[in-house]
Protein backbone atom coordinates (compact mmCIF):
# COMPACT_ATOMS: atom_id res chain seq x y z
CA UNK A 1 0.00 0.00 0.00
CA UNK A 2 1.14 3.68 -1.01
CA UNK A 3 0.59 6.94 1.18
CA UNK A 4 -2.02 7.58 -1.54
CA UNK A 5 -4.13 4.93 -0.26
CA UNK A 6 -3.54 5.48 2.81
CA UNK A 7 -7.28 6.47 3.55
CA UNK A 8 -8.82 3.40 2.73
CA UNK A 9 -10.06 0.60 5.09
CA UNK A 10 -8.89 -2.84 4.28
CA UNK A 11 -11.83 -3.69 2.88
CA UNK A 12 -11.80 -0.56 0.71
CA UNK A 13 -8.34 -1.27 -0.32
CA UNK A 14 -9.23 -4.91 -1.46
CA UNK A 15 -12.79 -3.42 -3.54
CA UNK A 16 -10.42 -1.06 -5.26
CA UNK A 17 -8.20 -4.05 -6.86
CA UNK A 18 -11.34 -6.08 -7.53
CA UNK A 19 -13.40 -3.74 -9.19
CA UNK A 20 -11.15 -1.34 -10.08
CA UNK A 21 -8.27 -2.65 -11.00
CA UNK A 22 -6.24 -0.46 -9.14
CA UNK A 23 -2.45 -1.90 -8.55
CA UNK A 24 -0.68 -0.43 -5.53
CA UNK A 25 2.97 -1.44 -7.17
CA UNK A 26 1.94 0.58 -10.40
CA UNK A 27 -0.23 3.43 -9.03
CA UNK A 28 2.41 6.37 -9.57
CA UNK A 29 3.28 4.88 -13.22
CA UNK A 30 -0.82 5.00 -13.86
CA UNK A 31 -0.78 8.53 -12.98
CA UNK A 32 2.27 9.33 -14.51
CA UNK A 33 0.55 8.04 -17.88
CA UNK A 34 -2.30 10.17 -17.59
CA UNK A 35 -0.21 13.15 -16.34
CA UNK A 36 2.15 12.62 -19.98
CA UNK A 37 -0.94 13.03 -21.95
CA UNK A 38 -1.55 16.71 -20.96
CA UNK A 39 0.42 18.04 -23.56
CA UNK A 40 -1.78 16.50 -26.06
CA UNK A 41 -4.32 19.27 -24.64
CA UNK A 42 -2.48 22.93 -24.43
CA UNK A 43 -6.18 24.77 -24.80
CA UNK A 44 -6.99 23.69 -21.65
CA UNK A 45 -5.57 24.83 -18.45
CA UNK A 46 -4.88 21.65 -16.10
CA UNK A 47 -5.21 24.18 -12.75
CA UNK A 48 -4.33 20.52 -10.23
CA UNK A 49 -1.63 17.59 -11.72
CA UNK A 50 -0.84 16.43 -8.31
CA UNK A 51 -0.54 12.73 -7.76
CA UNK A 52 -3.74 12.76 -5.21
CA UNK A 53 -5.93 14.60 -7.35
CA UNK A 54 -5.41 12.21 -10.52
CA UNK A 55 -5.72 9.31 -9.05
CA UNK A 56 -9.94 10.03 -8.21
CA UNK A 57 -10.09 10.24 -11.96
CA UNK A 58 -8.62 7.03 -12.71
CA UNK A 59 -10.78 5.60 -9.93
CA UNK A 60 -13.59 7.21 -11.61
CA UNK A 61 -13.01 5.27 -14.71
CA UNK A 62 -11.07 2.53 -13.48
CA UNK A 63 -7.86 2.82 -14.15
CA UNK A 64 -8.57 3.30 -17.83
CA UNK A 65 -5.56 5.65 -18.62
CA UNK A 66 -7.09 7.07 -21.92
CA UNK A 67 -10.89 7.61 -20.34
CA UNK A 68 -9.30 8.87 -17.09
CA UNK A 69 -7.68 12.05 -19.09
CA UNK A 70 -10.74 12.51 -21.06
CA UNK A 71 -12.76 12.72 -17.87
CA UNK A 72 -9.68 15.11 -16.50
CA UNK A 73 -9.92 17.24 -19.50
CA UNK A 74 -13.45 17.39 -19.89
CA UNK A 75 -13.52 18.49 -15.72
CA UNK A 76 -11.31 21.51 -16.59
CA UNK A 77 -12.65 22.54 -19.91
CA UNK A 78 -16.27 22.55 -18.40
CA UNK A 79 -14.83 25.14 -16.08
CA UNK A 80 -13.52 27.25 -18.73
CA UNK A 81 -16.11 27.46 -20.83
CA UNK A 82 -18.75 27.98 -17.94
CA UNK A 83 -16.61 30.86 -15.61
CA UNK A 84 -19.77 32.00 -14.14
CA UNK A 85 -21.20 28.49 -12.78
CA UNK A 86 -17.54 28.48 -10.76
CA UNK A 87 -17.49 32.14 -9.61
CA UNK A 88 -17.72 32.55 -5.93
CA UNK A 89 -18.67 28.87 -5.58
CA UNK A 90 -18.45 28.89 -1.91
CA UNK A 91 -21.49 27.99 0.75
CA UNK A 92 -21.95 31.45 1.94
CA UNK A 93 -23.07 32.89 -1.57
CA UNK A 94 -26.86 33.56 -1.37
CA UNK A 95 -28.13 31.15 -4.12
CA UNK A 96 -25.98 28.80 -3.09
CA UNK A 97 -26.61 29.01 0.71
CA UNK A 98 -30.53 28.62 0.50
CA UNK A 99 -30.40 25.68 -2.03
CA UNK A 100 -27.87 24.17 0.59
CA UNK A 101 -30.90 25.39 3.76
CA UNK A 102 -33.60 23.29 0.88
CA UNK A 103 -31.36 19.75 0.91
CA UNK A 104 -29.88 20.08 -2.09
CA UNK A 105 -28.16 17.93 -1.05
CA UNK A 106 -29.38 16.52 1.41
CA UNK A 107 -26.27 14.15 2.77
CA UNK A 108 -26.61 11.38 5.25
CA UNK A 109 -24.04 10.30 8.04
CA UNK A 110 -24.81 7.07 7.19
CA UNK A 111 -23.01 5.23 4.58
CA UNK A 112 -25.40 1.96 2.82
CA UNK A 113 -24.49 -1.38 2.79
CA UNK A 114 -21.72 -1.19 -0.02
CA UNK A 115 -20.01 1.73 1.34
CA UNK A 116 -21.98 4.79 -0.18
CA UNK A 117 -22.65 7.82 0.83
CA UNK A 118 -26.67 8.58 0.25
CA UNK A 119 -27.79 11.59 -1.14
CA UNK A 120 -31.29 12.71 -0.42
CA UNK A 121 -33.34 15.24 -2.68
CA UNK A 122 -36.92 16.79 -1.95
CA UNK A 123 -38.13 18.13 -5.31
CA UNK A 124 -40.54 19.80 -4.03
CA UNK A 125 -38.41 21.66 -1.94
CA UNK A 126 -37.03 23.79 -4.71
CA UNK A 127 -38.44 27.45 -4.11
CA UNK A 128 -38.60 29.23 -7.14
CA UNK A 129 -38.52 32.73 -5.62
CA UNK A 130 -35.41 32.71 -3.59
CA UNK A 131 -32.67 31.03 -5.31
CA UNK A 132 -32.33 29.37 -9.51
CA UNK A 133 -31.33 26.16 -11.26
CA UNK A 134 -28.00 27.16 -11.28
CA UNK A 135 -27.74 27.70 -7.85
CA UNK A 136 -28.88 24.47 -7.47
CA UNK A 137 -26.32 22.77 -9.29
CA UNK A 138 -23.42 25.01 -7.97
CA UNK A 139 -24.75 23.96 -4.24
CA UNK A 140 -24.67 20.44 -5.60
CA UNK A 141 -21.42 20.90 -7.37
CA UNK A 142 -19.72 22.07 -3.81
CA UNK A 143 -20.90 19.83 -2.09
CA UNK A 144 -20.01 16.57 -4.47
CA UNK A 145 -16.10 18.69 -4.56
CA UNK A 146 -16.17 18.31 -0.56
CA UNK A 147 -17.06 14.89 -0.31
CA UNK A 148 -14.91 13.54 -2.93
CA UNK A 149 -11.76 14.58 -1.06
CA UNK A 150 -12.71 11.37 0.45
CA UNK A 151 -10.78 8.53 -0.83
CA UNK A 152 -13.22 5.97 0.51
CA UNK A 153 -15.75 7.66 -1.69
CA UNK A 154 -13.74 8.07 -4.45
CA UNK A 155 -13.21 4.15 -4.65
CA UNK A 156 -17.20 3.36 -3.09
CA UNK A 157 -18.89 6.14 -4.71
CA UNK A 158 -22.73 7.71 -4.20
CA UNK A 159 -25.97 6.87 -4.34
CA UNK A 160 -29.03 9.20 -4.78
CA UNK A 161 -32.45 8.83 -3.18
CA UNK A 162 -35.68 11.98 -4.58
CA UNK A 163 -38.45 12.15 -3.58
CA UNK A 164 -41.35 13.40 -5.46
CA UNK A 165 -43.88 13.96 -2.87
CA UNK A 166 -45.56 17.59 -3.37
CA UNK A 167 -43.48 18.40 -6.74
CA UNK A 168 -46.17 20.46 -8.32
CA UNK A 169 -47.15 20.12 -11.86
CA UNK A 170 -46.30 23.90 -11.90
CA UNK A 171 -42.67 22.90 -11.29
CA UNK A 172 -42.77 20.12 -13.37
CA UNK A 173 -43.40 22.65 -16.48
CA UNK A 174 -39.94 23.77 -16.21
CA UNK A 175 -38.99 19.96 -17.48
CA UNK A 176 -39.61 19.93 -21.50
CA UNK A 177 -39.03 16.25 -23.24
CA UNK A 178 -35.73 17.97 -24.90
CA UNK A 179 -34.42 19.05 -21.95
CA UNK A 180 -34.76 15.42 -20.73
CA UNK A 181 -33.81 14.04 -23.54
CA UNK A 182 -30.39 16.12 -23.34
CA UNK A 183 -30.02 14.74 -19.67
CA UNK A 184 -30.04 11.61 -20.55
CA UNK A 185 -27.96 11.39 -23.24
CA UNK A 186 -25.13 13.16 -21.12
CA UNK A 187 -25.38 11.11 -18.34
CA UNK A 188 -22.30 8.26 -18.45
CA UNK A 189 -22.26 7.05 -15.04
CA UNK A 190 -22.24 8.92 -14.18
CA UNK A 191 -22.18 21.67 3.29
CA UNK A 192 -20.83 22.95 3.51
CA UNK A 193 -23.71 21.37 4.44
CA UNK A 194 -25.56 20.69 7.48
CA UNK A 195 -24.42 18.69 10.49
CA UNK A 196 -28.06 16.49 10.06
CA UNK A 197 -29.04 16.77 6.39
CA UNK A 198 -31.56 14.12 7.06
CA UNK A 199 -33.29 16.13 9.55
CA UNK A 200 -35.63 17.43 6.99
CA UNK A 201 -36.89 13.89 7.22
CA UNK A 202 -37.67 14.10 10.18
CA UNK A 203 -40.20 17.08 9.76
CA UNK A 204 -41.95 15.66 7.51
CA UNK A 205 -42.62 11.99 8.43
CA UNK A 206 -45.78 10.93 6.84
CA UNK A 207 -44.67 12.66 3.51
CA UNK A 208 -41.08 10.99 3.52
CA UNK A 209 -42.36 7.48 4.86
CA UNK A 210 -41.16 5.99 1.89
CA UNK A 211 -38.20 7.52 1.85
CA UNK A 212 -37.33 7.04 5.25
CA UNK A 213 -38.05 2.82 4.42
CA UNK A 214 -35.88 3.36 1.61
CA UNK A 215 -32.90 4.71 3.61
CA UNK A 216 -33.25 2.30 6.05
CA UNK A 217 -32.74 -0.20 3.85
CA UNK A 218 -30.06 0.54 2.83
CA UNK A 219 -28.34 1.02 5.51
CA UNK A 220 -29.54 -2.30 6.73
CA UNK A 221 -27.90 -5.18 5.43
CA UNK A 222 -30.36 -7.56 6.36
CA UNK A 223 -31.71 -9.57 3.69
CA UNK A 224 -35.52 -8.65 4.94
CA UNK A 225 -34.29 -4.87 4.67
CA UNK A 226 -33.38 -5.54 1.18
CA UNK A 227 -37.22 -6.63 0.29
CA UNK A 228 -38.37 -3.06 -0.32
CA UNK A 229 -41.43 -3.39 -2.36
CA UNK A 230 -42.86 -1.95 -5.57
CA UNK A 231 -43.42 1.68 -5.27
CA UNK A 232 -40.16 2.89 -6.12
CA UNK A 233 -38.71 2.94 -9.34
CA UNK A 234 -34.87 1.11 -9.65
CA UNK A 235 -32.68 2.22 -12.64
CA UNK A 236 -29.57 1.26 -13.48
CA UNK A 237 -25.82 3.00 -12.81
CA UNK A 238 -26.37 5.23 -16.61
CA UNK A 239 -29.37 7.25 -14.97
CA UNK A 240 -28.10 7.78 -11.41
CA UNK A 241 -27.89 11.22 -12.33
CA UNK A 242 -30.70 11.51 -13.64
CA UNK A 243 -32.17 12.90 -10.51
CA UNK A 244 -30.33 16.47 -11.59
CA UNK A 245 -33.18 16.54 -14.49
CA UNK A 246 -35.46 18.59 -12.76
CA UNK A 247 -32.95 21.78 -12.09
CA UNK A 248 -30.29 20.78 -14.40
CA UNK A 249 -31.84 20.87 -18.04
CA UNK A 250 -33.02 24.42 -17.59
CA UNK A 251 -29.64 24.84 -18.46
CA UNK A 252 -28.23 23.08 -21.90
CA UNK A 253 -24.55 23.31 -21.00
CA UNK A 254 -25.40 21.20 -17.75
CA UNK A 255 -25.69 18.81 -19.56
CA UNK A 256 -22.25 17.35 -19.82
CA UNK A 257 -22.15 17.91 -15.88
CA UNK A 258 -21.73 14.00 -15.30
CA UNK A 259 -19.38 13.35 -17.51
CA UNK A 260 -16.80 16.25 -16.44
CA UNK A 261 -16.57 15.22 -12.52
CA UNK A 262 -14.62 12.17 -11.17
CA UNK A 263 -17.28 10.46 -9.45
CA UNK A 264 -18.49 6.96 -9.25
CA UNK A 265 -22.43 7.39 -9.00
CA UNK A 266 -24.19 3.77 -8.05
CA UNK A 267 -27.82 3.83 -8.59
CA UNK A 268 -30.64 5.92 -7.80
CA UNK A 269 -33.98 5.66 -6.35
CA UNK A 270 -37.46 7.75 -7.12
CA UNK A 271 -40.04 7.57 -4.21
CA UNK A 272 -43.57 8.98 -4.99
CA UNK A 273 -43.05 10.20 -8.55
CA UNK A 274 -46.03 11.56 -10.17
CA UNK A 275 -47.55 10.47 -13.38
CA UNK A 276 -46.09 13.42 -15.42
CA UNK A 277 -42.30 12.55 -14.93
CA UNK A 278 -43.65 9.03 -16.16
CA UNK A 279 -45.06 10.86 -19.14
CA UNK A 280 -41.92 12.99 -19.79
CA UNK A 281 -39.67 9.71 -19.85
CA UNK A 282 -42.24 8.03 -22.07
CA UNK A 283 -42.09 11.05 -24.72
CA UNK A 284 -37.87 11.01 -25.19
CA UNK A 285 -37.50 7.36 -24.61
CA UNK A 286 -38.06 6.50 -28.46
CA UNK A 287 -35.73 8.93 -29.22
CA UNK A 288 -32.82 7.69 -27.39
CA UNK A 289 -29.89 5.85 -27.88
CA UNK A 290 -30.03 1.89 -27.86
CA UNK A 291 -27.41 1.61 -25.58
CA UNK A 292 -29.18 4.36 -23.58
CA UNK A 293 -32.64 2.59 -23.74
CA UNK A 294 -31.25 -0.99 -22.50
CA UNK A 295 -29.39 0.60 -19.52
CA UNK A 296 -32.96 2.71 -18.43
Not at 191 to 209: I, K, N, V
Request: aromatic share 12%; proline share 5%; charged share 25%.
Amino acid sequence: MTHLQAGLSPETLEKAKVELKENPDTLHQDIQEVRDMIITRPDIGFLRTDDAFILRFLRARKFNHFEAFRLLAQYFEYRQQNLDMFKNLKATDPGIKQALKDGFPGVLSNLDRYGRKILVLFAANWDQSRYTFVDIVRAILLSLESMIEDPELQVNGFILIIDWSNFTFKQASKLTPSMLRLAIEGLQHSGHMTRDPYLDLRWRPQRCSRTQRLVGGLTDSSAGARQMGSPLLRFSPFVCFLTFLFFSFALKRSERLPDSFPARFGGIHFVNQPWYIHALYTVIRPFLKDKTRKRV
